[in-house]
């Protein structure tokens, strides 16, 4: 450590270097290109695009193989998104705006490099250096180029290097085993749950086959019944609407955005003008079910149970609320939302758009609802609880355990490129 010198990276690596002469040259030359969402958070790059040097010489950023490019918008530069570029089709490539390209100078090492950028003194300076405003803060160039970090001699930087690559790259493997396993451990809660509640518990009870092919075979002792039956589906206020010379009111109301899977996001709830006279029409009560209307797939006829946390509070058009003639069915209703069956049954109904999807709510209306006795019901709801909750301890173990394998290899790169550790 005593013999490595300081240095601002200016000196030791080139920011945003120049298009080679010989592409700019040859337009129709296809090269690869990298959005953001092609460069990973453990330097990991998704080469599969690629386009022509005419359509992205203007508007891009430009790499070739070698360089090192990170993310300086927020929050992809404190998640660490960059690589070392390599592979690269005819050795280089354009990709998004938002990244800082680093070419290191002759004698230096690029992987030693991109620990640098890499490490958490690196990030930490560079957060508090940000400009701009909300989600589009950066890094400005300034700040990397006059970054001052210690810098060893070639051999240190290419034995560093290697230390961390092979460290890093253990440490990844974990973190993917992990990911992998929280993935599986969802899997298993969806599949456990869509099999509770068209199948019950007991596998060896006599089944006939429902009139909806999305449900399948059921118990033969249940029966299969429209929401319409159950409850009334109702719709909600419709923005933008002009109100004439009625008198007015001010209501919080809840969005397709605050109806999570199985819970009610209340972190930001907006308020909206409703006439006096209609206002009572479009009030939740506690108990109904919410059911969203529309947006990616996976939202379709999502639905929670509504507790009453904001009081009065109202409903947009693209969220129904469902007034259960019992209100011990609700969460029945609610979990069943969320099955393999009841997914099945709004996508194929739903009305697809070029980035959104939405069903109406004649479908919401028939979505058909497997309903077994209710002794067997609770008990099935009791077992489902019990699953839900010990599936959820597993992975919040899991992911605890990714976050602290996350710090300690973003601990391990500062040490090293550092000099803390003897290597």
Known sequence: MSLWSQTRLRY??????????????????????????????????????????????????????????????????????????????????FGTTEVTVLRPKPGNNARYLRYIVQSERFRQHGVGAMTGAGGLKRVPDDFTRDFKTVWPGPDDQERIADFLDDKTARIDALIAEKELLVKALKEFQYSNSSNLMTRGMDNSVPTTRSSNPEIGLVPAHWIVTPLKFLGAVRSGVAKGK????????????????????????????LSIDVSASDANRYLLQKGDVLMNEGGDNDKLGRGAVWQAQVDPCIHQNHVFAVRLNDPELAEWVSSFTSTDAARTYFYLRSKQSTNLASINQSNVRELPVPMPPEKERKAIM???????KATNDLVEHAVAHISSLREYRSSLISAAVTGQLDI
């Not at 009791?382 to 839900?388: C, Q, V």
């Open 242 to 269: 002009d109100h004439g010379d009625k008198d007015t009111v001010s209501l919080p109301y809840l969005r397709v955005a605050n109806v999570q899977d199985g819970y009610v996001d209340l972190t930001e709830v």
């Open 382 to 388: 009791t077992e489902l609880h019990r699953s839900i």
């Open 12 to 93: 030791v690596a080139d920011l945003n270097p120049p298009v080679r002469a010989d592409l700019l040259a040859a337009p129709d030359t296809e090269l690869s290109f990298l959005p953001m969402e092609a460069i990973g958070e453990n330097g990991s790059l998704n080469l599969e695009r690629t386009r022509p040097v005419a359509e992205v010489r203007n508007g891009y950023s430009y790499f070739e193989d070698g360089d090192v490019a990170f993310a300086k918008v927020t929050p992809c530069f404190e998640n660490g998104k960059g690589a070392l570029m390599q592979g690269l089709e005819q050795g280089a490539g």
